[in-house]
């Protein structure tokens, strides 16, 4: 297991700071160590031991499936749109951008002339 790694991006773009603008827009790609892992879990050597499913799940964080969410009336947290995805292989940022995109498109249609995409390369 010496020296794994798994490719991590993180797409952070606020639209309306919250009362605690600690957050900036930002775009990480990187790779992490990974720590520990068996059948179900990987855990990543970051602050927070992220623990990653290695199967679907709908509440966990897991391997190769960006999770996106887009907050918009949240008067203390910071509005704006958030990703992650820690996957095996490297993504393009292209197909991340489309990702976020058909998310938009999907579910908050009137959010698309507002957010800016470009910090994403």
Not at 10 to 34: A, D, H, L, M, T
């Given at each position: 297991m010496k020296?794994m790694?798994?490719?991590?991006?993180?797409?952070?773009i606020?639209?309306?700071?919250?009362?605690?603008?600690?957050n900036?827009n930002e775009?990480?790609?990187?790779?992490?160590?990974i720590?520990a892992?068996?059948?179900?879990?990987?855990?990543?050597?970051?602050?927070?031991f992220?623990?990653?499913?290695?199967?679907r799940c709908?509440?966990e964080?897991?391997?190769?499936?960006?999770?996106?969410?887009?907050?918009?009336?949240?008067?203390s947290?910071?509005?704006g749109?958030?990703?992650?995805?820690y996957?095996?292989?490297?993504?393009?940022?292209?197909?991340?951008?489309?990702?976020i995109?058909?998310?938009?498109?999907?579910?908050?249609?009137?959010?698309?002339?507002?957010?800016?995409?470009?910090?994403?390369?």
């Amino acid at each position: 297991m010496k020296n794994m790694k798994l490719h991590h991006y993180r797409v952070r773009i606020i639209r309306n700071p919250g009362v605690y603008n600690w957050n900036k827009n930002e775009f990480i790609s990187e790779q992490v160590e990974i720590v520990a892992q068996n059948e179900t879990y990987i855990v990543i050597n970051d602050w927070y031991f992220t623990k990653i499913k290695k199967e679907r799940c709908s509440y966990e964080t897991y391997l190769n499936k960006p999770s996106i969410s887009i907050r918009t009336n949240d008067r203390s947290l910071d509005n704006g749109i958030f990703y992650t995805l820690y996957s095996e292989k490297p993504v393009k940022p292209d197909k991340i951008k489309s990702e976020i995109q058909a998310k938009i498109s999907k579910d908050y249609s009137w959010l698309l002339g507002d957010i800016d995409l470009s910090i994403i390369k």
